[in-house]
């Protein structure tokens, strides 16, 4: 077993590398990813320890996370440098995406919630 831990002990190394090296716009989505995911972790264990009475508003405050994340996730391949396949997209553009799809999101949630 030592031998895998330190395999894990350099991976860990390695990826924590790997990551300085990212620029800091993409920290900063990563960072939104995290705690949109977190809030959704909060609102899963809130639901376990007192209940899902109105169950519209708990799906709709779950799913609204991880549409966000979603979307997220999507905004920040679009404006990797490193991913080819955006090149030719400006970040202006992916940033207005995010916002209009968000937009479009939440109007969805709010008609569930009813």
């Known amino acids: 077993m030592p ?4 395999d894990a002990k350099l991976l860990i190394q390695s990826l924590g590398k790997a990551y300085a090296a990212t620029p800091t716009n993409l ?3 990563d960072l939104y990813v ?5 809030t959704a ?3 899963v264990a809130y639901m376990g320890l007192v209940g899902s ?3 519209n508003s708990f799906l709709s405050g779950v799913l609204s996370c991880i549409g966000t994340a979603v ?5 920040r391949i679009q404006v990797n ?3 080819k396949e955006f090149k030719d997209l400006p970040p202006e553009r992916a940033f207005a995406d995010f916002v209009l799809c968000n937009l479009v999101l939440h109007l969805v ?3 569930f919630l009813g």
């Open 3 to 6: 031998r895998a831990t330190s």
């Open 27 to 29: 920290k900063i989505i």
């Open 34 to 38: 995290v705690f949109v995911v977190a």
């Open 41 to 43: 972790l909060i609102q």
């Open 53 to 55: 009475f109105p169950f």
């Open 71 to 75: 979307l997220a996730v999507c905004l």
């Open 81 to 83: 440098k490193d991913n």
């Open 109 to 111: 949630i709010m008609n």
